[in-house]
């Protein structure tokens, strides 16, 4: 049980506090409701190249990287499809130099121009190192646009392309922060050995004056129900075909969610795995293959993808899969499986809750999410998936009429 | 609120902070017991949560095989058979109790590692047991690693990355040594059955052995451990100064390494793609181990140097240029001796430049003194760093690992800390100039 404390600032700042004693840290941990999915298609990328920017400087601070690393604390960012997330950890007694930065740069920006010129470069150097200069990089570029043809998940939080972060401008760098990164459109979260009074003071003192912004109402395209199998074969210079096979799940919040989430255990987490023991142990089809999901606030996507032995054809790999997936939507999962795949959702809940860290990112999105209790709930959610609605639940997932399938062939 | 009756907020002045110097750091000890066969647990008993973790720990790492892959091998296929379970009967049974056993083979040591919810250790222990006396290897497991691990390494190979990180080594300490050798292809083909359950017999089932154990243990642990395993034919390590070459520092007793030799040649250009679009740069020297004294001290230099997000090959190379998305450096975590290793990605078309950025900033560090300031930074982040890691058993687990094996004991921590609050710019440039030579490192871009 994740004990914490919610109240709002009279600028929409939404505060939450989870008081640890026994670390002599605390972790201050600001997220924005703007990911990818908020971008203009023409200025993909966006949304991540921004989050470089919030650290080149603020209105009245010009370097937010030295007084936090004089205050003994290190922090980092990252962007999702979703949303942008700022977390800071530092000595307790310094907490004040967080509120003071973060803070600040939730008033303004510095905007400046040497700033947006180099992390420009560092972001296309990013997009090199990650997409194009590995082999299978360009693999979710492609997958996303097979899937998606009208939600913005269909491009990348890195953008689709080079071009779009080399044009981005100072001016869309404004209108962005003045849109997005105002107090009713974030969530703070504060955890570790702190008390609620001190941080509802802090707060009060920090981020009170920041004028509120304007609620951003988020209407994006929804994708509309994929009702025909989709299919692309690519050849690139890798040793190894790959066949990825995607399907549509249900959003974050749906009870669909968890249900989806046992399905990826039991096919694909795991040495005793379905996908594992079957195709690489039994069959020898693949060398690796995995089954996860993407985890997206909107639907997302279960995702299979396996690297083949050599000689062995797409065909009968893509056909052997179908096979396990006919099995799982023809008879219902083992009472032995079902408690397997939950054990192992309980253990992963505890373990990733020990860090203060973590336990403050999720706060901030579970309520992001609408809901922070969800924090103490998710495991009975796990808990009461039934073996029927596996099987309801796989029979909707994986009909062929819901499946894209990319045959990423070798040269 | 009274807040808002207080004069206006002054953004432009920082809060007061608490200074680095001013924090005690204390390392939470452990509690040591012996198994009746003498194999040594080291118990760091903390934390609020009903979970833990156990690590097995081997003298089993490839330092002591006499053909290349075998101890990655013994290592990775623990969990493929005993004589009365498959591979996937150990499988499930780890994962039905939430349970992750993991293997990591290392130069020196190799090791099992265990992460469970404290309800369900019982269960659990004694099968890990059956693993470390009772692997039988079946020769269909070894047929699929090898063609798997033969698969994944051609995907590796493409990536300038993992190049990189192979060859750099290689001219270290030289392809015959431990650290320096690699696989190929061809080596993963050569393993056989009977390699793999010799190795065992020797070094696992016969095995020198310690167990870490971290967590909110169960008061009952210490015995669990006695029974699944104080009866088993391990036993603690030695000593190996009757292996190694004359003793040229104070911790050859913990490595059975023959010396290195390194490459003579210095510069290298690797073309591995044609159309690679980045170079991925390493440049490195050797550097003693842990024993010797200038080794925290040069941490503290190098966290200037390239140690974290505020050092100076970070503020030029990527803050300033844009060349990078990242560049590091550190001193390598090696027993037996260590290298000072910086590595970094770059666009093909900068790697020139970001390289010669690189020297430049080993030669200001060697000519100029490091201002207080830049100094204090650099020690109130490393302090920083070190209470937030001190934070949880694990990770206190693993910071007693790291000494332990190195052959230190709780004042090697105690002398670290007194080292970053205390050392002077003075020091650190006279540090700079025996070892940031630009003379004395290798030179390697793949692209």
Redesign the interface.
């Known amino acids: 049980m994740i004990k914490f404390e919610r109240f709002q600032l009279e600028n929409g700042l939404r505060v939450l506090v989870h008081e640890d004693a026994s670390t002599p840290m605390v972790v201050v941990n600001v997220l924005y409701d703007v990911g990818a999915r908020d971008e203009d298609p023409k200025k993909t990328g966006f949304a991540h190249l921004f989050e470089h920017l919030m650290f080149g400087g603020s209105v009245n601070i010009d370097d937010f990287e030295t007084p936090l690393q004089l205050a003994g604390g290190e922090n980092n960012a990252y962007t999702t499809n979703d949303f942008t997330n700022y977390y800071i950890q530092l000595p307790a007694e310094n907490i004040e130099t967080a509120f003071w930065l973060e803070s600040d740069r939730m008033l303004s920006l510095a905007f400046s121009e040497k700033s947006l010129e180099v992390q420009r470069k560092v972001v296309m150097e990013e997009f090199k190192e990650h997409y194009l200069n590995k082999p299978y990089g360009d693999v979710w570029f492609r997958l996303r646009e097979l899937v998606y043809k009208q939600h913005p998940y269909r491009w990348m939080t890195i953008g689709s392309e080079l071009s779009h972060i080399e044009q981005a401008q100072l001016e869309d760098v404004q209108r962005f922060f003045f849109k997005y990164y105002r107090p009713v459109n974030a969530i703070l979260v504060v955890a570790g050995k702190v008390k609620t009074e001190q941080v509802r003071n802090l707060a009060e003192k920090w981020f009170g004056d920041i004028p509120a912004g304007e609620r951003y109402k988020r209407d994006l395209p929804q994708e509309p129900p994929q009702r025909e199998a989709r299919r692309l074969t690519v050849k690139a210079p890798v040793p190894l075909d790959a066949l990825y096979k995607c399907y549509p799940m249900a959003s974050r919040t749906e009870n669909g969610y968890y249900v989806a989430d046992l399905l990826t255990e039991v096919l694909g987490g795991g040495g005793s795995s379905r996908l594992h023991q079957s195709l690489i142990k039994e069959k020898r089809l693949f060398s690796q293959i995995d089954c996860y999901h993407t985890g997206s606030v909107d639907p997302g996507l279960v995702v299979i993808e396996g690297k083949l032995i050599k000689g062995v054809s797409m065909e009968e790999a893509d056909k052997a899969v179908e096979e396990e997936l006919d099995k799982l939507k023809s008879e219902p999962v083992a009472v032995k499986e079902l408690e397997k795949v939950k054990n192992k959702t309980e253990s992963a809940i505890v373990f990733e809750d020990m860090s203060v860290m973590n336990r403050a990112n999720s706060l901030a999105i579970y309520e992001l999410l609408g809901d922070v209790n969800m924090m103490n709930t998710e495991l009975g959610k796990y808990r009461a998936v039934t073996a029927e609605a596996m099987l309801e639940t796989s029979r909707r997932i994986f009909d062929p009429l819901n499946g894209n399938t990319l045959y990423y062939q070798a040269q | 609120?009274d807040?808002?009756t207080t004069a206006k907020?002054n953004?432009?002045i920082?809060?007061?902070?608490?200074d680095?110097i001013e924090?005690e750091l204390n390392l939470p000890p452990y509690a040591k017991h012996v198994l009746s066969n003498g194999v040594e647990v080291y118990a760091v008993d903390l934390?609020?949560?009903?979970?833990m973790m156990v690590s097995w720990i081997f003298d089993a790492g490839n330092s002591w095989e006499e053909k290349k892959g075998v101890a990655a091998a013994a290592n990775s296929l623990l969990?493929n058979g005993t004589s009365d379970r498959t591979?996937?009967g150990?499988?499930?049974h780890f994962?039905?109790?939430?349970?992750?056993l993991n293997r990591a083979a290392h130069h020196e040591t190799a090791e099992l590692t265990l992460?469970?919810?404290n309800k369900h250790v019982g269960e659990l222990l004694p099968v890990v047991a059956e693993l470390v006396s009772d692997s039988v290897y079946p020769a269909e497991e070894l047929e699929?690693y090898r063609?798997?691990s033969q698969?994944?390494l051609?995907?590796s190979?493409?990536?300038?990355d993992f190049v990189a990180t192979r060859l750099i080594d290689a001219y270290l300490y030289g392809e015959q040594h431990p650290y320096g050798k690699y696989s190929l292809l061809e080596d993963y083909q050569a393993l056989e059955r009977e390699d793999l359950t010799a190795f065992f017999d020797r070094y696992y089932r016969h095995g020198a052995c310690r167990i870490l154990t971290a967590g909110k243990l169960p008061t009952d642990l210490i015995q669990r451990l006695e029974t699944s395993f104080g009866a088993l034919p391990l036993r603690a390590p030695m000593a190996y100064s009757a292996l190694s070459a004359p003793a040229v520092h104070p911790s050859s007793a913990l490595s059975p390494n023959p010396p290195i030799t390194p490459a003579t040649v210095r510069k290298y250009n690797v073309v591995n793609?044609p159309?690679?679009?980045?170079g991925s740069i390493r440049i490195a020297r050797n550097f003693p181990n842990r024993h010797h004294p200038d080794f925290q001290k040069v941490q503290v230099l190098n966290n200037v140097f390239g140690g974290?997000?505020?050092s100076r090959l970070m503020a030029n190379i990527?803050?300033?240029?844009?060349?990078?998305?990242g560049i590091h450096s550190w001193l390598v975590n090696n027993i037996q001796t260590s290298a000072l290793m910086i590595s970094t990605?770059?666009?093909k078309e900068v790697c020139a430049p970001a390289i010669r950025e690189v020297y430049n900033e080993m030669q200001l560090l060697r000519t100029e003194l490091i201002e207080e300031e830049e100094l204090?930074?650099?020690r109130?982040?490393t302090?920083?760093?070190i209470?937030?890691d001190?934070?949880?058993p694990?990770h206190v687990a693993g910071r007693w690992k790291n000494i332990l094996l190195n052959g230190l004991d709780g004042n090697y921590f105690n002398e670290g800390v007194r080292i970053i609050k205390t050392i002077t710019p003075e020091e650190l440039r006279t540090l700079a100039v025996k070892y940031l030579d630009p003379g004395a490192f290798f030179e390697l871009v793949v692209v």
């Open positions: 609120m807040v808002q907020l953004r432009a920082a809060p007061p902070i608490k680095a924090f934390g609020k949560v009903e979970a969990k591979a996937f150990i499988n499930e994962e039905y109790y939430g349970a992750y992460h469970c919810l699929i063609r798997n698969q994944r051609q995907v190979l493409k990536k300038s793609d159309n690679g679009v980045q974290y997000f505020g990527r803050e300033d240029k844009g060349y990078t998305y990605e770059a666009g204090r930074m650099a109130n982040f302090i920083g760093t209470l937030g001190l934070d949880g694990f």
